[in-house]
């Protein structure tokens, strides 16, 4: 078992990360700034779905696949560039809320 000294250093280091804002917690709150409370918690939502679907292929035995198969960790490698790629070009192009084109798509208009 361990000592009274190593458990509260344990539970400090923990207090410290967890309250230290990541990623997640930066874009939730950008959003929320952006769109309002509805928009912030949609977003939440999905970084805990993509969390839960990371968690369960793991579980379930993808990471160690990828890890032994090179022409597996290709695909899903390609996949996932190609499919930044499909957003990137989706951005260039989209249309704010308010019906006008956003910057980026008026810079490639001219």
């Known amino acids: 078992m361990a000592d009274l000294a ?19 917690v930066l874009l939730v709150i950008t959003r929320t700034f952006q769109g309002g409370r509805k928009v912030g918690i949609t977003t939440g939502l999905g970084i805990a779905t993509g969390d839960l679907i990371h968690t369960l292929s793991a579980a379930l035995g993808l990471s160690a696949i990828l890890m ?4 597996a ?22 249309e704010s809320s308010s019906g006008t084109r956003t910057p980026l798509a008026g810079m490639l208009i001219r």
């Not at 539970?11 to 997640?24: H, T, W």
């Not at 960790?73 to 989209?94: E, H, N, P, W």
């Open 73 to 94: 960790f290709d695909v899903v490698k390609t996949v996932g560039a190609c499919y930044l790629i499909y957003l990137g070009i989706r951005a260039f192009f989209a």
């Open 68 to 71: 032994t198969s090179a022409l």
């Open 6 to 24: 190593t458990i509260l250093t344990y539970v400090a280091v923990v207090i410290g990360l967890f309250l230290i804002p990541g990623p997640a």
